[in-house]
């Protein structure tokens, strides 16, 4: 059993499109953290979050911290072939952090030109 | 060059076998990981070691044991491979007071 769940599992949308996806948990985080991984490579960060109901943006991609730091989500705004890729996100330690983080299964975006 | 890497990239065995993936990181942190994904189940820890002298199971550590050789070195073993042992292996390392980690490459493992 997953502490964090993330959907949708698949995502396949055309270019120009927006898309958003979920990670959500019964455990309270003290941080969140999502990575983007590519064909033949690891995951590579894209953002932190730590505070409850913080909002960070990185040009296209907008992410949130859930209130209570059970959830978050991304969301992408007008998609590009380069965002195509398996997204993860990754809670640190429950409460505090322990510098272990917990996976959810991935969610996987194709961008279609 | 990169940060992490790890050897080999690919390697296909049979059941049975002994198995090492190595890990190397110029990044100088003290913290290093092992994961294996496989697909639908994201990445799940295996090992874990804070420091030299520091090693730690993680959530799926049997059938697999590790060597901390230096700050920079962290292998995995597999002392007889199985075929579910068959993933993509990942190492990691994280340092300060961070819990970003930065990964390698990864290993393709295929067990026969």
């Not at chain 1, 003290?30 to 979050?49: C, D, H, I, K």
């Not at chain 1, 809670?91 to 194709?110: H, P």
């Amino acid at each position: 059993t997953q502490l964090l769940e993330q959907s949708p599992q698949f995502l396949s949308i055309q270019e120009g499109e927006n898309l958003t996806v979920y990670c959500n948990s019964s455990s309270v985080f003290s941080s969140l953290q999502w990575y983007r991984q590519e064909p033949g490579e690891g995951p590579v960060l894209l953002v932190t979050v730590v505070t409850g109901g913080e909002v960070k943006k990185l040009k296209r991609l907008t992410f949130q911290f859930g209130d209570a730091r059970k959830d978050s989500s991304l969301h992408i705004t007008a998609a590009q072939p380069g965002d195509t890729g398996l997204y993860l996100c990754a809670g640190g330690g429950l409460l505090r952090a322990d510098y272990k983080l917990s996976f959810g299964a991935g969610t996987t975006v194709t961008v279609r030109a | 060059d990169a940060d992490v890497t790890q050897t080999p990239r690919n390697r296909i065995t049979k059941t049975g076998k002994r198995i090492m993936l190595e890990c190397s990181q110029t990044k100088g942190h003290d913290r290093m990981y092992w994961y294996r994904q496989d697909p639908g189940l994201g990445l799940r820890l295996i090992y874990y070691s804070f420091d030299v002298k520091d090693i730690n199971k993680g959530e799926i550590s049997d059938g697999y044991s590790v060597s901390r050789q230096a700050q920079a070195k962290f292998s995995l073993s597999l002392e007889s491979a199985i075929p579910n042992q068959t993933a993509l292996y990942f190492c990691a390392t994280s340092g300060g007071g961070a819990d970003t980690q930065y990964f390698g490459p990864g290993t393709r493992l295929t067990v026969l």
